[in-house]
């Protein structure tokens, strides 16, 4: 009938909503952490090298030291290089010029909800969202902004996940402020401890056993390259707050 064939249309739309939604966020955090792993496996193997070397030489009868010290200076060497990949990975990920354009927010922000939907259904999760009226249009490339607020959105739905008990609400507004739009997305899952506030925005940071620990670190780069901040806070009575700033075309370049 009308109506199955209509359930099931809807039912494939969705699988299809989640599909990409999971697909986008692992794309490029997916292909930074290939590069980096690819890249730093070699310094990483040389160092171990070294730190065998090494204990080769303490073992000796007696102990070599000269060349322990030139082993360990090896290693000294290796990590610092496998620091600098690191770094220009995250360089380039900065340095990526954002494709600008005028951006209503709200509207870029409803097609991620209806993009995530089916993760956020599946996760037993209600949304809620509180657009501000006449909000003026951001200087912003849409895709990327659009990649923090499926990350954010993501991560707050598995967080709540999560959660054996309590209400699983995920709640989304925008507000002008000063210099242009503040967004804000706020969970009631587990939260953040205070000490780990900062910390979850350090690139490999996760808590998650397959995660990346990329999403928040590549978020706050894209925030940042359009002139903004992002940061996070804790929800009362528990939960974890997000929230970022794009400033408005007349304070944006
Ligand atoms: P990943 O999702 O791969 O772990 P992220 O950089 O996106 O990488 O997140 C880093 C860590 O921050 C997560 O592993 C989790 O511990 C914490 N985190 C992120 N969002 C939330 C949230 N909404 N509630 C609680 N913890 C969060």
């Known amino acids: 009938t009308d109506i199955e064939d209509r359930t099931q249309a809807l039912a494939r739309l969705q699988q299809m909503q989640s599909d990409f939604a ?12 290939a590069s980096l792993s690819h890249e730093i496996t070699q310094p990483i193997a040389s160092a171990r090298n070294n730190a065998r070397a090494a204990l080769n030489f303490m073992d000796k009868q007696p102990p070599d030291l000269s060349e322990v010290r030139e082993a360990l200076g090896g290693v000294v060497g290796d990590t610092d290089r496998a620091g600098d990949i690191i770094g220009r990975i995250r ?10 354009d005028y951006v209503d927010l709200n509207t870029a ?28 249009p951001v200087h912003a490339d849409r895709v990327q902004i659009q990649q923090v607020m499926l990350n954010l959105i993501l991560n707050a ?20 402020d000063r210099t242009g739009a503040l967004v804000t997305v706020r969970d009631s899952g587990p939260g953040i401890q205070p000490a780990q506030l900062e ?21 706050r780069s894209i925030v940042a390259a359009h002139g903004g901040r992002l940061w996070a806070e804790e929800n009362e009575p528990h939960g974890a707050v997000f929230k970022f700033t794009v400033p408005g075309h007349e304070a944006g370049s």
């Not at 739905?157 to 002008?176: D, F, H, V, W």
């Not at 910390?199 to 978020?219: E, H, P, Q, W």
């Open 22 to 33: 999971r697909m986008n966020r692992v794309g490029i955090m997916g292909e930074l952490a």
């Open 91 to 100: 360089d380039q990920v900065r340095k990526a010029p954002p494709r600008k």
């Open 109 to 136: 922000i409803s097609e991620v909800i209806a993009l995530a939907r089916s993760s956020i259904v599946s996760s037993g999760v209600q949304v809620r969202t509180r657009f501000a009226d006449g909000l003026p």
């Open 157 to 176: 739905a598995e967080a709540m996940g999560s959660m054996k008990e309590g209400a699983r609400e995920l709640s989304i507004s925008t507000e002008q």
């Open 199 to 219: 910390r979850v925005f350090d690139a490999f940071y996760t808590t998650k056993s397959l995660g990346t620990g990329m999403g928040l670190s590549i978020c």
